[in-house]
């Protein structure tokens, strides 16, 4: 939560002093960020399934090892 927060804060926010977005100050950015933008970078949680699959494919594999 407080990395998304500083990724608001430097690429969404227009800060009234500099009347751009830090990050587009800096010259890491060209654009002021759309909250879409922003929500794209987080990756999306694993379901519990496919964690559950994994680990038994693993499981499975450990014994053929054995």
């Known amino acids: 939560m407080v990395a998304l927060y500083f ?8 800060h009234g002093t500099l009347r751009i977005t ?4 800096a010259g890491i950015s060209d654009h002021v960020w759309s909250l879409e933008e922003l929500y794209a970078l987080i ?5 519990p399934t496919k964690r559950i699959e994994r680990e038994l494919i693993l499981k499975a594999v450990n014994k ?3």
């Open 7 to 14: 990724l608001h804060y430097n690429f969404c926010r227009v």
């Open 43 to 47: 990756p999306e949680a694993e379901s």
């Open 64 to 66: 053929i090892e054995s």
């Open 22 to 25: 830090p990050a587009m100050q």
